[in-house]
């Protein structure tokens, strides 16, 4: 069920591959920016996700 997965995503078209798949998505940076939507959560490097950070992504509108 994509609705239990949360994406990793670093690219705006990752991003959009995973809204369209239903996921939550983490992005982090890169070299081209991702804008905010639903169900996306901005993270400023992998260094600070956790699971609690996943577990949040799971429950953002």
């Given at each position: 069920d994509p609705?239990?997965?949360v994406a990793v995503e670093d690219s705006p078209d990752g991003t959009?591959?995973?809204d369209?798949?239903?996921c939550a998505v983490l992005v982090?940076?890169?070299?081209?920016p991702v804008a905010p939507?639903?169900?996306?959560?901005?993270?400023?490097?992998l260094e600070e996700v956790d699971l609690g950070?996943?577990?949040?992504?799971?429950?953002?509108p």
């Open positions: 609705a239990a997965c959009a591959s995973a369209a798949a239903g982090v940076p890169s070299l081209l939507g639903r169900g996306r959560t901005f993270a400023r490097s950070v996943l577990s949040d992504c799971l429950r953002r």
